[in-house]
């Protein structure tokens, strides 16, 4: 089931207004197909043809008939709609209503090319794997500009297995519309998109756009805001568990301005359900990680030890393996720990990718960071909740087989230093207001990363302005400046025990 939980969007996202996440019932597989209420199918060829009247929603995808993954446009009952490695299917083995869907491969989008008027109130789209496939994961991205620029709407949506399930945004938009669907995961997982509803605040279908003679968005698909936005909580499917209060794992800001511009390969930008990376693909290490971490991070599934490449990463980017640390006398140190990820085996094994992993001496990963990890996580227990951002700098670390700069023949840099900053308040609501308002314990670390390191991590209590210094990195980007300026300038000097 879903996990629910409220989000609002800032003005800087969609000026949309409380949009949110929540699962209705799983759908019935191959129900009849509706009587199609929109005109005919009109192949992509007649793009030159006359424009017709607006279609409408729910797109059901049944008047279309693009059978292949090639990128184009396609002429749906809603409108013009692009396809990037996506078609539409109808065999048995895509799970729909009526006789097609729409399915995706890889990292396949489907966008509208039109905007939905102003006045939307609530969006449902359904989803499930395709045939027996791996579960995939989906994000949904909207733009209030004509396309110029995206904001994502809530956290990734993860479809496994062959029911069709139900994911609905609930809120307002206050200006005209247009959504792009997003397969993030990658990998040999296919997914399947079906029945995408508008409606208004009366309940009424939203208008669509042209369904002949179209023209396509211009706007590239690897060209989406960036993301030190505001980017709220959302709910992401689980078969084991519905858990409510997950917020942001970048709420409090994009540390490097990082984006999913694959000409950026030294900060590109990795969006989880789990957690959020700047990746640099040269060294081989994310540069920061960043995650929210509360009791509803916090179950009983156990630690999966299935360290592998990421799937997502871009295939021009080099993959980092288990084997590139094989020999090298450094341990495969976690960003996002594997124990703050427990509430089921999917949420665990993500800590394992090894986007998520640098080069970490033995005695820093398992005596100092491991007793941060453990302080951090009783806080939480305590009633606490925590916004964690960790990363690493500089080349040249100490291990058990003495200091270097790189593993595997060079392609992955040992770090000089590993830092973390922790954002520690009480469970609540509004949280960037309350870290502005001083209600929140700040504690940045900075440690070098070599076996003689202490193992008392208080010892490395530094200011953020410090790390910024070292790194270059804007790691509370979200709070108004003269916010930053006063807490990023304390260090924590309070009880650790």
Same mark, same amino acid.
């Given at each position: ?6 989000? &609002? ?57 693009? =059978? ?40 396949? /989008? ?12 609530? @969006? ?26 995206? /904001?994502?709407? =809530?956290?990734?949506? !993860? ?5 069709? &399930? ?20 990658? $990998? !040999?997982?296919?997914? %399947?998109?079906?029945? @995408? @509803? ?46 409510? $209060?997950?917020?942001? %794992? ?6 490097? $301005? ?13 969006? !989880?359900?789990?957690?959020? @990376? ?29 360290? /592998? ?20 006398? *450094? ?20 800590? *394992? ?10 005695? %820093? ?33 100490? =291990?058990? %087989? ?9 392609? &992955?840099?040992?770090?000089? /230093? ?9 469970? $609540? ?32 209590? &530094? ?35």
């Amino acid at each position: 089931m879903r996990r629910i939980s409220p989000i &609002v969007l800032s003005g800087l996202l969609l000026s949309l207004t409380s949009f949110g996440c929540s699962q209705n019932s799983p759908e019935t597989t191959h129900q009849p197909a509706p009587a199609p209420t929109g005109p005919p199918a009109i192949p992509v060829e007649s793009a030159g043809t006359a424009a017709q009247s607006p279609g409408r929603f729910p797109e059901t995808f049944e008047n279309a008939q693009k =059978g292949a993954y090639a990128t184009g446009d396609e002429n749906l009952t809603s409108g013009s709609w692009h396809f990037e490695d996506a078609l539409i299917g109808s065999s048995d083995q895509d799970h729909k209503n009526g006789h097609q869907a729409a399915r995706l491969r890889d990292q396949g /989008r489907l966008r509208m090319n039109f905007d939905a008027p102003r006045g939307v109130q609530v @969006i449902k789209i359904t989803s499930a794997a395709y045939g027996t496939d791996p579960a995939s994961t989906w994000e949904l991205w909207g733009s209030l500009d004509g396309g110029r620029t995206y /904001r994502r709407i =809530g956290q990734p949506v !993860k479809a496994q297995g062959p029911r069709l &399930v139900v994911t609905t945004f609930q809120g307002g938009a206050a200006a005209p519309m247009r959504l792009e669907i997003r397969k993030t995961n990658g $990998g !040999k997982g296919r997914l %399947n998109i079906d029945d @995408i @509803i508008l409606t208004g605040a009366n309940g009424t279908a939203v208008m669509g756009g042209s369904v002949a003679g179209a023209p396509s968005s211009t706007t590239p698909a690897s060209s989406p805001a960036p993301a030190s936005s505001s980017l709220p909580p959302a709910t992401t499917a689980r078969a084991t568990a519905v858990v409510s $209060g997950r917020d942001d %794992n970048m709420a409090l800001g994009n540390p490097s $301005g990082a984006t999913s511009d694959v000409n950026t390969p030294t900060n590109y930008l990795l969006v !989880k359900p789990q957690f959020t @990376i700047g990746y640099n693909a040269q060294r081989g290490t994310p540069t920061w990680v960043s995650w929210h971490l509360n009791r509803s991070w916090m179950g009983s599934a156990p630690r999966q030890d299935d360290f /592998r490449p990421d799937p997502a990463l871009p295939r021009q980017f080099y993959q980092v393996t288990p084997r590139s640390y094989q020999g090298s006398g *450094f341990d495969r140190g976690h960003n996002c720990p594997s124990a703050d990820r427990t509430t089921d085996l999917d949420d665990n094994s993500a800590t *394992f990718l090894m986007t998520n992993m640098i080069p970490q001496a033995g005695n %820093n990963n398992q005596r100092t960071w491991s007793g941060l990890e453990e302080w951090t996580r009783t806080q939480v227990k305590q009633g606490q909740e925590v916004y964690v951002l960790m990363g690493s700098y500089g080349k040249g670390g100490t =291990g058990q %087989n003495g200091r270097v700069t790189s593993i595997d023949q060079g392609r &992955v840099t040992v770090p000089a /230093r590993v830092w973390k900053v922790l954002v520690i308040l009480p469970k $609540g609501s509004n949280d960037l207001q309350r870290i502005a308002a001083s209600q929140a314990r700040i504690i940045a670390v900075d440690t070098p990363n070599d076996q003689s390191v202490s193992p008392e991590w208080s010892r490395y209590r &530094v200011s953020i302005d410090a790390i910024e210094a070292a790194t270059g990195l804007d790691l509370l980007s979200k709070l108004p400046l003269p916010v930053q300026d006063k807490l990023e300038a304390q260090v924590d000097a309070g009880p650790v025990s």
